[in-house]
């Protein structure tokens, strides 16, 4: 298993520890919900396999960087808040994108082996309030991809909840572009910059299969 795991160890853990009590019951003030003694097996893995930064900073997991050693994450700190590179063992931190606020903001993407895509939403009750990015591991360079766009009275037009895909340097997602949640599906090329609206209805959501197919 990656080390980089761990992390995602952790959040199976806390799931588990803060289901829902059943109906009727109350917090205690002075006790958790549902808590329970972790066993050897348990306190093995939470001693051992969890990277380190995610002690001290709170991090998102997004996608995996397929070289066994990192991993692309949201991160909220004091020091910095956006979209990272974490390498695993040693907690190193490479910032791709700073969030301009982040108490209001998160990510959700994807990585192809060397693009990372993501939709970056601004307001946790408000997705579709966001804008697409790409970060090219071997430039290093940012883009954006598309944004979400207002109707006449001033408020985003609705788009499905779904972060946007990428596989084979094709990336996809769906934007709201009209009322009774009409949207667009597009199909980004990462190496030419061909933006290409491949559907104008009422799509759910999109996501890549290979040889740049878009589901």
Request: proline share 5%.
């Amino acid at each position: 298993m990656p080390r980089f795991a761990g992390v995602l160890v952790l959040a199976a853990a806390l799931v588990q520890a803060g289901a829902a009590a059943p109906a009727g019951t109350r917090a205690h003030p002075d006790r958790p919900w549902c808590k329970a003694p972790t066993n050897a097996a348990w306190r093995r893995v939470l001693s051992h396999h969890i990277v380190g930064l995610s002690r001290t900073t709170s991090t998102v997991p997004l996608a995996v960087a397929r070289d066994g050693r990192s991993f692309f994450a949201e991160v909220h700190s004091a020091e910095f808040s956006g979209v990272a590179r974490i390498e695993a063992r040693t907690g190193a931190l490479t910032r791709i994108k700073t969030f301009s606020d982040p108490k209001f903001t998160d990510a959700w993407g994807a990585f192809d082996g060397r693009w990372l895509v993501w939709n970056e939403y601004h307001g946790f009750d408000n997705f579709n309030d966001f804008k697409t990015w790409a970060w090219d591991t071997q430039t290093r360079a940012l883009s954006q991809l598309g944004a979400a766009t207002r109707g006449p009275d001033g408020q985003f037009w609705e788009s499905p909840w779904r972060g946007a895909d990428v596989r084979g340097g094709i990336a996809t997602w769906v934007q709201g572009v009209g009322p009774d949640q009409l949207g667009e599906v597009h199909a980004f090329d990462l190496r030419t910059g061909r933006d290409l609206v491949v559907r104008h209805g009422h799509p759910g959501g999109a996501f890549m299969l290979d040889q740049h197919i878009v589901i």
